[in-house]
């Protein structure tokens, strides 16, 4: 099942813009997760925030969540042309082991 | 860093061939998961296991069974492959359970069945 659904579904900015990319989500959750993948590759973890957090900072990334909306927004500043990558939010489920993934939001950085 | 290691970039197998896709972690991680990977669906959870011997079916588990005999390996088989499991497939690993810890994948397998 699909709960989390990124928003735009492509982007593409000039190099030195900022980036935003939206996750919704339908159930109440414990946390929210972004990763990214680079093409052809696996994904990689940037940012866990907790359902009790707002904003969280990692770096040139902020993200935030907004528990009565469902939704949480990845902001990338100052991007750069190696940010071009696919990005994903992930919610966690009723198990204890299994995330919910959104298709992705694919971010084009143009040099 | 944790490593995922999965056994094959690319693979290229025949309808009806039972498929085998390894990857082994070294972490010492008790969770394991397999995905698939399609254009626009995101990632669907096929199985994952949460101790040696032990799994438990995810989303989309119809065609596929996994192995888990020793801690650092999870292997995926395809029983008989069919061309709708052309897709690109995801191993992932963390180290206990609840959410809050991050998956580590490996750099996925692209396999097309013909």
């Known amino acids: 099942s699909q709960q989390g659904e990124e928003d735009p579904q492509a982007l593409s900015i000039q190099e030195g813009e900022n980036a935003t990319m939206n996750c919704s989500y339908k159930?109440?959750?414990?946390?929210l997760q972004w990763y990214r993948q680079n093409s052809g590759r696996g994904l990689v973890h940037l940012i866990l925030i907790r359902s009790n957090e707002r904003e969280k900072h990692s770096g040139r990334l902020r993200v935030t969540l907004d528990t009565s909306k469902k939704s949480s927004s990845l902001l990338i500043t100052a991007s750069r042309a190696a940010d071009t990558a696919s990005y994903f939010c992930?919610?966690?489920?009723?198990?204890?082991?299994?995330?919910?993934w959104g298709a992705g939001t694919k971010l084009i950085i143009k040099p | 860093d944790v490593k995922v290691t999965q056994s094959s970039r690319y693979l290229v197998k025949r309808t009806g061939e039972k498929v085998f896709l390894e990857c082994v972690q070294d972490m010492d991680h008790e969770n394991m998961f397999w995905y698939r990977q399609d254009p626009g669906l995101g990632l669907r959870l096929i199985y994952f296991s949460y101790d040696v011997k032990m799994k438990e079916k995810g989303d989309i588990p119809e065609g596929y069974s996994v192995s888990r005999e020793k801690k650092e390996r999870f292997s995926l088989i395809l029983e008989s492959a069919s061309t709708n499991q052309t897709s690109m497939y995801l191993c992932?690993?963390?180290?206990?359970?609840?959410?809050?810890?991050?998956?580590?994948f490996g750099d996925g397998t692209r396999l097309s069945i013909l």
């Open positions: 159930t109440s959750i414990n946390n």
């Open positions: 992932a690993s963390n180290p206990s359970q609840g959410q809050d810890q991050p998956q580590h």
């Open positions: 992930a919610t966690d489920a009723n198990s204890n082991y299994q995330l919910i």
